[in-house]
């Protein structure tokens, strides 16, 4: 097992990685402020791992309840944020009862949000059972859910307790899923870490063929970008927002295309590629540079057109992305491979070229 800290003072917290950790119960209870537990999951991880971490903490003389949720991004809403509600008033949970993530980014952002709003903040642990989950979303206390006319619109940052990240999980995951989470690990290598790009372009194919010993490294390594990222902006004044390369134009895919239609990891894929040809008009990143990137996110398993939703339509969602500033928006884009930066200043005819001549059929 591999431990990190994200370092974020009297609110740091662990985040373990490894085989087996799902049976581990002395990783969880130094984190329990009572021995009471409730595991929100969904009608897919549930059958695969809720009984193994209930049996592991009720093992420990944990008391452990659960609540499954319907599985997709279009539960990311509302309604389902209500039936945890329910749930935890229903079964009188405490202020000092935890709640248990346990599945992907969307089961996540759920309870993290849930676990701020309930009494007003009780604790809660992460335990991704996605790639994603695992080098991205668990990490760094973004928590929400998803609006009709914005992704990730309404949320909260809240800390959780602890990470950890069972790498056996990984087993069960469609490859669709596995795709959708190297998108966001070539990321960390885009935005600050060449070495690690470098290593990505060595390593793919052992990443697709799940070499475990590949796949613990790039979640390590995807990790502790995130949490260097982390303490030094845990709340995105800065340079925290560059995590979102291509997520500007991913999300207005995902809305535009109806959630649950792209993937999360698949819209962060092909955003990337219009964020690069907009630094590529920009003159700042070559064609050599656009296409290098390409490559990865094929090798990956991942798309790399962007549906034509239509110039204005990206426009209109783009237009309720959380970086725009006093009505601009502005992107995340590469100064070169393994450095980014946000700006606002840009040609629009350069955004208009990107959004109608790079995108493909919607
Ligand atoms: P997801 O949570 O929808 O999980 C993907 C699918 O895999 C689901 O069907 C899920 O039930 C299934 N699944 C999960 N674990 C499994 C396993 N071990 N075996 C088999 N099936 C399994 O999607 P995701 O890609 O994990 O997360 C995407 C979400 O995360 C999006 O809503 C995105 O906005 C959010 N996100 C949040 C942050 C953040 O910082 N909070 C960062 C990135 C993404
Ligand atoms: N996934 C982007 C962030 O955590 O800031």
């Known amino acids: 097992m591999q431990t990190l800290t994200v370092d974020l003072g009297e609110r740091a917290y662990p985040i373990h990685i490894g085989p087996g950790l799902l049976n581990q119960a002395a990783l969880v209870l130094p984190h329990l402020k009572q021995k009471r537990a409730v595991i929100v999951t969904n009608t897919t991880v549930g059958p695969l791992y809720l009984n193994r971490l209930s049996h592991t903490l009720s093992g420990a003389g944990v008391q452990v309840e659960s609540v499954v ?30 709640l248990i993530a346990l599945g992907g980014g969307v089961i ?75 998108a966001e690990v070539i990321k960390y290598g885009l935005i600050r870490d060449l070495p690690f790009l470098e290593w990505l372009e060595a390593n793919m194919d ?46 207005a895919i995902e809305t535009g295309m109806g959630y649950g239609v792209w993937l999360h990891g698949e819209g962060v894929s092909a955003g990337t590629m219009l964020a690069a040809d907009l630094s590529r008009r920009l003159g700042l990143i070559s064609q050599a540079d656009v296409e290098r990137i390409a490559v990865l996110f094929r090798r990956a398993g991942l798309p790399v057109v962007a549906p034509d939703l239509g110039h204005d339509a990206y426009m209109d969602f783009m237009g309720v992305d959380k970086k725009v500033e ?37």
């Open 108 to 182: 996540g952002d759920l309870t993290g949000f849930a676990a701020a709003c309930y009494q007003r903040g009780m604790p809660f642990i992460q335990v991704p059972t996605t790639l994603l989950a695992q080098v991205d979303s668990s990490v760094g206390g973004k928590t929400g859910i998803n609006h009709p006319l914005g992704k990730n619109m309404i949320g909260a940052f809240y800390q959780p307790q602890l990470v950890l990240a069972d790498i056996d999980t990984l087993a069960t995951l469609p490859d669709r899923e596995l795709s959708a989470g190297l």
């Open 206 to 251: 052992k990443l697709m063929a799940r070499d475990t010993e590949a796949l613990t490294y790039a979640i390590y390594r995807s990790c502790r970008n995130k949490a260097e990222v982390v303490a030094a902006d845990e709340l995105e004044s800065g340079q925290r927002a560059l995590l979102n390369l291509g997520h500007t134009f991913g999300h």
């Open 326 to 362: 006093a009505g601009r928006i502005r992107f995340v884009l590469l100064r070169k491979l393994g450095e980014a930066y946000v700006s606002g200043d840009y040609d629009p005819e350069a955004l208009r070229a990107t959004l109608t001549e790079t995108v493909g059929a919607s």
């Open 69 to 98: 949720l319907p599985d997709g991004e279009a539960y990311k809403n509302w309604e389902t944020l209500n039936t945890i509600f329910d749930a935890l008033l229903t079964r009188r949970a405490e202020r000092k009862t935890t």
